[in-house]
C-alpha cells in the first residue's frame, strides 16, 4: 500500500515559496533583499509593490500580458540612433513631466522646469546678442526674443550661456529635416551685465510627435491627438547656479492646452505679440512680426550639461 504523501505546510524551509497571488510579493522583495546600493533598493522594492498592485487591481489576463510584452518589446525594436521611443513613451504617459516636475518644482521662485525633448544638440554656434539664429531663406514671421536672467532676489546674472533652439514654421527641427541647413534654428547668447540677451529667428510651429510606431498606435487607441503647442528651447547655464532646461509657449498656439506630453506649465506660457508692419518696437521690418519678452529666474546651485538624448 502507498502512503499518501501530503503537501508539507509550515516548513521554514519553504518560506520563500510562493504560495497564492498574496504572498509573492514578500518573496520577489526578499529576493532583491541583500542589495548593496540602499538608494536602489527602495527603487526596486516601490517598484514591486506598485507593480504588483497594479496587476493586482486590473487583474490583468494571460493574453493582456503577452499583449503588454509584445509592446515593450515592439517600443525596444523602434529605437535607433536617430528616435528613442522609450522616451517618448515616457513623454505621452506624463511620466517624463512628472519627474521634470519633481525634481524642478520648489518655493525658491525658479523658472519650471520643461522636458529638454529629443532634438538637443549640445555643440550649438554661438551668436552675439540681436543676431539671428534663422538661416537667411528660413520662412516664416520674424521673431525678436528679448529675455533676462536673473536669480531668486531679482539680481541679473551677467555671462549666463542662453542656448536656444525651436522647431521651424513647419513643425520640423532640423536634425529631422534634410532640407534645413545643419544647425539652423539653435544657436546660444551670452547675457551682458544686466542679465539681458537678444535673438532673432521666425516664429516655430506646433507639430505631432512620431506616430509611425508603437506609441503612434497607443495614442490612437486612446483617441489622443499627437501635437505640441508652439515653443522655444532654452538651457540656462551660469556659475553658481542650477541649470535650467525648460521651454517657453506660445500663447496663442493651438494644443495649448493638450499637449501630448503634458509640459505646459502656465509659467512658461509666454506672450507672442503680433505687430504689424511699421508699427511696434522694430518699425523697420518689412512685414509682420511677433516679440516675446520673458525674463527667467535661477536657484544656486550646482551647473551641469544635459546629455542629448539621441545621437
Known amino acids: 500500500m502507498h502512503r499518501r504523501r501530503h503537501p508539507v505546510e509550515n516548513s521554514n524551509h519553504l518560506k520563500n515559496i510562493v504560495d497564492d497571488a498574496a504572498s509573492i510579493t514578500a518573496v520577489v522583495k526578499a529576493a532583491m533583499s541583500?542589495?548593496?546600493?540602499?538608494?536602489?533598493?527602495?527603487?526596486?522594492?516601490?517598484?514591486?509593490?506598485?507593480?504588483?498592485a497594479f496587476l493586482k487591481q486590473v487583474k490583468l489576463t494571460d493574453e493582456e500580458f503577452e499583449k503588454g510584452l509584445d509592446f515593450v518589446r515592439a517600443v525596444g525594436l523602434a529605437c535607433n540612433d536617430k528616435h528613442n521611443e522609450v522616451v517618448l513613451l515616457a513623454d505621452v504617459l506624463g511620466l517624463s513631466t512628472l519627474v521634470t516636475l519633481l525634481n524642478n518644482s520648489d518655493a525658491s521662485g525658479r523658472t519650471p522646469g520643461a522636458l529638454l525633448g529629443p532634438f538637443y544638440r549640445g555643440d550649438s554656434p554661438k551668436y552675439a546678442n540681436g543676431e539671428c539664429i534663422a538661416c537667411a531663406n528660413s520662412p516664416g514671421s520674424p521673431l525678436f526674443v528679448n529675455g533676462r536672467v536673473l536669480n531668486t532676489k531679482g539680481e541679473p546674472v551677467a555671462n549666463a550661456k542662453v542656448d536656444v533652439w525651436q522647431a521651424s514654421p513647419v513643425g520640423l527641427y532640423e536634425n529631422q529635416d534634410s532640407s534645413?541647413?545643419?544647425?539652423?534654428?539653435?544657436?546660444?547668447?551670452?547675457?551682458?551685465?544686466?542679465?539681458?540677451?537678444?535673438?532673432?529667428?521666425?516664429?516655430?510651429?506646433?507639430?505631432?510627435?512620431?506616430?509611425?510606431?508603437?506609441?503612434?498606435?497607443?495614442?490612437?487607441?486612446q483617441n489622443r491627438h499627437p501635437f505640441r503647442p508652439a515653443h522655444l528651447h532654452f538651457v540656462i547655464i551660469a556659475e553658481g547656479y542650477a541649470t535650467l532646461v525648460s521651454q517657453v509657449f506660445a500663447d496663442d498656439s493651438e494644443h495649448l492646452h493638450s499637449d501630448v506630453v503634458f509640459g505646459v506649465n502656465r509659467r512658461l506660457v509666454g506672450t507672442f505679440e503680433r505687430h504689424d508692419h511699421g508699427t511696434g518696437p522694430r518699425q523697420e521690418v518689412d512685414r509682420p512680426y511677433y516679440t516675446l519678452d520673458y525674463d527667467f529666474v535661477l536657484a544656486e546651485g550646482t551647473p551641469t550639461y544635459p546629455t542629448p538624448p539621441i545621437k
Do not use: M, W
Not at 545643419?182 to 505631432?208: I, M, Q, W
Not at 506616430?211 to 503612434?216: E, F, K, L
Open 180 to 221: 534645413q541647413p545643419d544647425k539652423n534654428l539653435r544657436g546660444h547668447f551670452y547675457t551682458d551685465s544686466e542679465g539681458r540677451f537678444t535673438c532673432k529667428s521666425v516664429r516655430p510651429a506646433g507639430y505631432p510627435v512620431p506616430t509611425d510606431g508603437p506609441v503612434g498606435v497607443l495614442l490612437e487607441s
Open 34 to 52: 541583500q542589495t548593496d546600493n540602499p538608494r536602489l533598493k527602495e527603487i526596486l522594492d516601490a517598484l514591486v509593490d506598485h507593480g504588483h
